[in-house]
């Protein structure tokens, strides 16, 4: 094993991660985001309204991909 093909394996395992955790990371940020309006629209707030739908759709990309 060369330096080099630690480099490129370290390299390639953290693109594959990216790769993975990317669908899940940004639909949690755009339920996030589109919670965070809804909240700030109409003054609720409340904790588990922010909680439980990001869980569910977590739960549901996770199965889809």
């Known amino acids: ?3 080099e ?3 490129n394996l370290i390299r390639e395992t953290m693109y594959t991660m990216l790769l993975i955790s990317a669908p899940v990371l940004l639909i949690s940020l755009i339920v996030g985001l589109i919670i965070s309006i809804l909240q700030a629209a109409t003054s609720i707030q ?3 309204l922010t909680f439980v739908p990001k869980v ?3 739960a549901i990309v996770l199965v889809l991909t």
């Open 1 to 3: 094993m060369t330096e």
């Open 5 to 7: 093909y630690i480099v």
């Open 46 to 48: 409340e904790i588990t």
């Open 56 to 58: 569910i759709v977590i």
